[in-house]
């Protein structure tokens, strides 16, 4: 199975086998973790290993600190990263990767983020001082029986936007903002399919794309109620949505990654007219060429 493959089999799975995954399974996604691509090397990303996943998931929260859900998972992981500039978009980039690969191993996986204390999670880990916990999933096979099937119905029809994807003409534009994408490039389709599918906090989908020749612009809905104690994941999820389309241009043969620094945001939103309430974070040219 490789990523595109992946990227089009990954849902959110909310019920678990109990029974462990293979040690060199575990190895290689802990090994993916330390070795995932990064937009920007500078930032401390971790994606923690928690074999033993019951104390994990008895400390999971919403907004009681009591256990609820999860508790089957017997692995977890727990994204954290080093707070400063650009963090939320990089652990939502990276961890993604991790993900994937568990899913090309046959795992489930969900994204978890916010409905957590912070403190009780953090309990598990050595962290430095300015580090903080992003992001959870929870790692394991998929209960397939009737059980398992309809905890997860139930949880997906309950779970906020999840009766809807918006459709690429909802996402993509073409030279400017709001304009349609005219394109028969079907390499380019196939990748912003894959974008299309990446899994977004509460299933809001806040990511934007502009296409602009080899150019591609991304943008991030700016939502003020995605904002927890300093941790936007509106970001998380525009990262999310990044590493679909790196790895899916990488297979594809595109020798192109994303561009997070060394541009003018206000700059490529004036010029692309993008309206307020979107920030601009990435970058993306098929040529190598960088934006300045």
Known sequence: MNYREAIKRRFSIRHYEPKPVPEEILEAIKKA????????????????????????????????????????????IIATAEEKPGFMLETGFRMEQVILLATRHGLGTCWIGGLFIEEKISSFLKLAKN???????????????????????????????????????????????????ETNDQALLEVLECTQLAPSWTNSQP????????????????????????KHYYRLDLGIAMSHFYLAAKELGWKGKWQVAGFDPAQIAREYVVPAGYEVLGIYNRSKKSHT
Request: charged residues 20%.
């Open 131 to 181: 580090e903080r916990v992003i992001a959870i999933t929870p790692l394991g096979y998929p209960d397939t029986s009737f059980y398992g099937r309809t905890v997860h119905s139930v949880m997906h029809v309950a779970a906020p936007g999840s009766q809807r994807r918006k459709p690429l003409s909802q996402i993509v534009c073409g030279s400017k903002f709001g304009s349609a994408l």
């Open 207 to 230: 990511w934007r794309f502009i296409v602009d020749g080899n150019e591609i612009i991304a943008l991030a809905e700016i939502r003020s109620s995605r904002f927890y104690h300093g």
């Open 33 to 76: 973790g330390k070795s995932c691509t990064a937009l920007d090397s500078s930032i401390k990303v971790n994606c923690h290993l928690i074999r033993e996943g019951k104390g994990v998931a008895d400390q999971m929260t919403f907004q009681t600190g009591r256990s609820w859900l999860f508790g089957s998972a017997p692995h977890f």
